[in-house]
């Protein structure tokens, strides 16, 4: 199991920027992911980084933000420009994936953070 501690949420205007980041008690040679869960719906993917370093973000996400990582700091980063209201949701960074190829989705993931709160406001 992987310790996980996000960081970087806060309260911005729509159009503005977040850069949010995982920090990792593990080094980034397997798949992480960053995943997104606003009140009343169901956690979704926001995108992932394999162990080639190969990033896949969903639909929503495409265009507008970006994943990385730094390998000496072992840590995930979620770049998050022009943000919109419907961005807003509590997001967490994830490790440790179970089973299948390195994708976005909640239940594949084992290790989780205790995330951080983005609010975008209209």
């Known amino acids: 199991q992987v310790q996980l501690v996000e960081s970087g949420g806060g309260s911005v205007q729509a159009g503005g920027s977040l850069r949010l980041s995982c920090a990792a008690s593990?080094?980034?040679?397997?798949?992480m992911g960053w995943f997104r869960q606003a009140p009343g719906k169901e956690r979704e993917g926001v995108g992932v980084i394999g162990k080639y370093g190969i990033p896949t973000l969903t639909t929503s996400a495409k265009g507008r933000f970006t994943i990385s990582k730094d390998n000496t700091k072992n840590t995930l980063y979620l770049q998050m420009n022009s943000l919109k209201p419907e961005d807003t949701a509590m997001y967490y960074c994830?490790?440790?994936?179970?089973?299948?190829?390195?994708?976005?989705?909640?239940?594949?993931?084992?290790?989780w953070g205790q995330g951080t709160q983005v609010t975008v406001s209209s």
């Open positions: 593990g080094s980034f040679t397997s798949c």
């Open positions: 994830a490790a440790d994936l179970a089973y299948g190829s390195c994708r976005p989705l909640p239940t594949a993931f084992k290790s």
